[in-house]
């Protein structure tokens, strides 16, 4: 049997493989296996055909493969109240260490301050989400939005 063919079958072995883990390992691994078969229909000797898929496979693995995860993961979406910090609201209520009420993308939440007191109807910068309290912060005049 021609040894290019081993390399196709092992590329098509690789790639079904690759459908189970989903990782793009196995995917760059058949890259090679593709170049290594490549080599071998051109007739060169087994050693060329061996190095084409190490050399390949590892600069797939190593530069191809970091990116191509990058883009397809993407960045982690925030959710939940984890998504409230940051985000600016309005006192409905005085604001205080220890009660107070805002308004939080149309929703009224409890608030409180770790220090100081915010104004009635003075905007606020969600600091952090403890339970279902925004612990929030007055929001400077120099901040944009």
């Not at 190095?51 to 590892?58: L, P, Q, R």
């Amino acid at each position: 049997m021609n040894p290019s063919l081993w390399w196709f079958v092992g590329a098509m072995l690789l790639g079904i493989a690759e459908i189970f883990t989903l990782d793009l390992t196995f995917a760059m691994l058949a890259g090679g296996a593709l170049a290594a078969g490549f080599v071998a229909m051109t007739g060169a000797p087994l050693w060329a055909s061996i190095a084409t898929f190490g050399i390949v496979s590892a600069v797939l693995l190593f530069v191809l493969r970091p990116s191509l995860m990058r883009h397809f993961k993407g960045s982690a979406v925030v959710t939940g109240t984890a998504a409230l910090v940051g985000r600016v609201g309005v006192a409905i209520d005085e604001v205080t260490t220890r009660t107070g009420r805002i308004k939080l993308n149309g929703e009224v939440w409890t608030a409180r301050t770790r220090s100081g007191v915010v104004a009635e109807e003075a905007y606020v910068t969600v600091i952090a989400i403890e339970g279902a309290t925004a612990i929030v912060d007055a929001k400077r005049e120099t901040e944009e939005g």
